[in-house]
């Protein structure tokens, strides 16, 4: 069945440096690809998203770039701040009145 | 306004009690959606509702049962609660069918069976 696996956690940075959860995927068919961010006792929200190979989802700074290739969907951000510390969940939808998630990363920003 | 709002925020009862959470959405989606959330922090799907029908049941208990009395709404009442339903529960809601759209979530609501 369609999963998604991103990096284990947690991630532990420096303010300042350069952030990458690394996500891929499985999936037949044509899935839109989406990052959301779940700050600490809130619900999950929308960061990002793409809908087709080789777009490039944006928010805040980070970005992640829809590679059909690789079946990867990455997240980067050139500069950390420890407002960003949260947990970040790679995801994807195909319309079928499911949104599958993978596992959450934890990214710790030291100040 | 709160999208999508679900009370209560935090719930402690007792093994073996029923409880309800409630869950309801104003941004007029056709799809609804329960997720739980362990304590480490893995998201997973338990029921999607379209249309105030039943679309996905993720092999959850049947002490665990939803009910859509409309499009807006999607309870989720537990019968015989046990140690291992501590959990945050999640509910959600986005267009139906639709693939690029996204997921809007509630704040979530802590339970914890003691």
């Known amino acids: 069945g369609d999963s998604v696996t991103q990096m284990e956690g947690p991630v532990t940075l420096s303010e300042e440096a350069f952030l990458t959860i690394n996500c891929t995927y499985t999936a037949t068919g044509y899935p839109s690809l989406f990052w959301y961010v779940q700050y600490p006792g809130e619900g999950l929200q929308l960061l990002l998203k793409?809908?087709?190979?080789?777009d490039k989802g944006s928010n805040k700074g980070f970005e992640a770039t829809y590679r059909k290739e690789t079946t990867s969907f990455h997240l980067e951000k050139g500069s950390v701040q420890v407002s960003d510390s949260a947990v970040y969940f790679c995801a994807l939808s195909k319309g079928d009145d499911k949104i599958i998630f993978g596992k959450g990363t934890r990214l710790h920003i030291l100040p | 306004d709160t999208a999508v709002s679900q009370t209560p925020k935090y719930l402690v009862t007792q093994m073996g009690n029923d409880k309800s959470i409630k869950c309801e959405q104003n941004l007029g989606h056709d799809t609804m959606y329960w997720y739980k959330q362990d304590s480490k922090k893995f998201l997973k799907i338990m029921f999607s509702y379209n249309n105030k029908e039943l679309i996905i049941n993720e092999t959850v208990p049947n002490r665990f049962s939803p009910k859509s009395p409309d499009k807006a709404h999607l309870n989720l009442h537990i019968n015989s609660l046990e140690l291992g339903d501590s959990a945050v529960y999640f509910c959600?809601?986005?267009?139906?069918?639709?693939?690029?759209?996204?997921?809007?979530f509630g704040q979530g609501t802590r339970l914890t069976v003691v």
């Open positions: 959600a809601s986005s267009l139906a069918g639709i693939t690029n759209t996204e997921a809007f």
């Open positions: 793409a809908t087709k190979a080789d």
